[in-house]
C-alpha cells in the first residue's frame, strides 16, 4: 500500500484540484492507496471540504490537529498515522507537480529508500525567497557533518523502514528533510521543477521560514556555538595586544590620547556581539527547554478514515 501525506493549512482554494490529480496519478497504479491529509487547524473551510471528499472515497483519512502546530508536525503525524510499505510527503498546493510520485515510486521499486525531490527551477517565487533559499541551503550543509542536500524541500518517498526509523526520534522542533538525512539507507534525488502554487498564498510568512531555517541549523550543528568561542577567543586577543599598546603609550611616551569616539565604537561594537552570542547561546538553550518539556509535537482532535 502507498501512503500519500499532505500537510493543508488553510487550503480551501486547492484542495479539490490536488485531491482530484493526486487520486489520478496514484489511482493509475492499480494498487492500494491512502491519501492522508492532515489539517493543520486550518480556520477556512478546508475540513468541511475534506471531510466531504471523505465521505465519498474511503481511500482518504483526514487527521485534524486541535490547532496549528506547523508544517514539519503535521508531516510528522501524517508519517504516525500511516499504513503504507512507501510513503510519499508532498505540498497541497501542486508546485510539487504529482505526476513526479510515478517516477519515485518507480525508483522505490528498484530498492531505494528515500526519493527526495530536487528542485531544478523553481516558477514564480520572489527573487528575495529563492535568494535566501539558495544562501541558505548552502550555508547548512556547510554547518552540519551530516549530509543534507541542497535545494529539496519535503516533497519526497520514505520507505517503511525509514519512516519507522523516524518515529523513534522523538525530538521537538522538527526539522524532517534533515531527520530523513539524518538515518540513513539507500537515499536517492529526482530532479523536477517546482511550478507556481495552483492558487491561494504561500502559508509560510517570513516568521515561519525563518523558524525553520534555525531548526534546521539549530537541530544538526553546535557549531554557531564554536564560531561563538572562537570570536571571544579572538576578541581576547586583540584586547590584550591592545593593552600592552596602551600601557606601554602610557609609561614609556607623553602621547595618551584622549579618544572618547574610539572607545564608544569598541564598547557598542563588543556589546553587540556579546549580545548575539548571548542570543545564540539562548536559542540551544529554548531547545534544551523544549526537550525537557517533552510535549507531543501535535494533538489531534479527530482522525476521520473508512476503518
Ligand atoms: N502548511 C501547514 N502548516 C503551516 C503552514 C503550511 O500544514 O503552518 C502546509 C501548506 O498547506 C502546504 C505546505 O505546508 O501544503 C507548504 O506550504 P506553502 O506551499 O505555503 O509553502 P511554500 O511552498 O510557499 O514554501
Ligand atoms: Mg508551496
Redo the contacts with the bound molecule.
Sequence with gaps: MFSII????N?EAVINESYARLTNVISSLNKPYELIFVN?GSKDKTAEIIGGIQKEDGNVTLVNFSR?F??QA?ITAGMDYARGDAMIII???L?DPPEVILDMIKLWGQGYDVVYGKRDKREGETFFKLLTAKIYYRLLSSLTDIEIPVDTGDFRLISRKVCDAMKNLPEKNRYVRGLVSWVGFKQVSLTYVREE?FAGE???PLR?MLKLAVDGVTSFSYKPLRLATMIGFSFSVFSFLYLLYVLYLKVFTTNTISGWASIIVILLFSQGIVLMILGLIGEYIGRIYEEAKNRPNYIVNEVIRKD
Design positions: 499532505v500537510p493543508v493549512y487550503e493543520d496549528n506547523g508544517h503535521a505540498d497541497a498546493d508546485q502554487r504561500t502559508k509560510y515561519k
